[in-house]
């Protein structure tokens, strides 16, 4: 689905975004906004999208993610081509209003490379869950009382 492109300078506010929304968002120069998919029920993140005013309005209002390809410079909907659907559960901003987390039902990958999320290949930095393990055991210990 091809439609105008946010603009560079002075960012867009389509009319159908709510005012009291549209009004809060602080923008990138061309008019975007980081969203997280996070998956509603385990946290997991999932991917990172580009959303301006036009796409978080769809998202809000069709329950279905909605996101602006910087690439093919057009709206794309989650699962329309790929049949991996994001069903929307819940959309909040951040405490500086620069960010959307929006909480979702993950139906398939999320990743364009097929993977559920675009966080799982190219990991820097792992904590070591045997020592993590043995941590958490000894807090849950201390807080009990067992062995003083």
Not at 22 to 34: C, F, I, N, T, V
Not at 63 to 69: A, E, L, N, P
Not at 82 to 97: E, I, M, N, P, T
Not at 117 to 135: M, N, R, S
């Amino acid at each position: 689905m091809t439609s105008s492109s946010p603009t560079g300078g002075s960012p867009r506010r389509p009319g159908p975004l709510a005012p009291e929304i549209a009004d809060r968002l602080k923008r990138s120069a061309d008019g975007l906004l980081p969203a997280i998919a996070q998956q509603y029920d385990t946290g997991e993140v999932l991917m990172l999208g580009w959303m301006d005013d036009e796409a978080l309005h769809r998202t809000l209002t069709t329950g279905r993610c909605t996101y602006w390809s910087r690439s093919r410079r057009e709206y794309w909907v989650k699962g329309d081509t790929s049949g991996h659907f994001q069903w929307v559960k819940s959309v909040a901003l951040d405490c500086d209003a620069d960010t959307v987390l929006v909480k979702v039902d993950q139906v398939g990958a999320a990743c364009h490379t097929g993977t559920r999320t675009c966080f799982d290949t190219d990991v820097l930095l792992a904590e070591d869950t045997e020592d993590t393990e043995g941590a958490e055991d000894a807090a849950a210990a201390d807080a009990s009382g067992v062995g003083q």
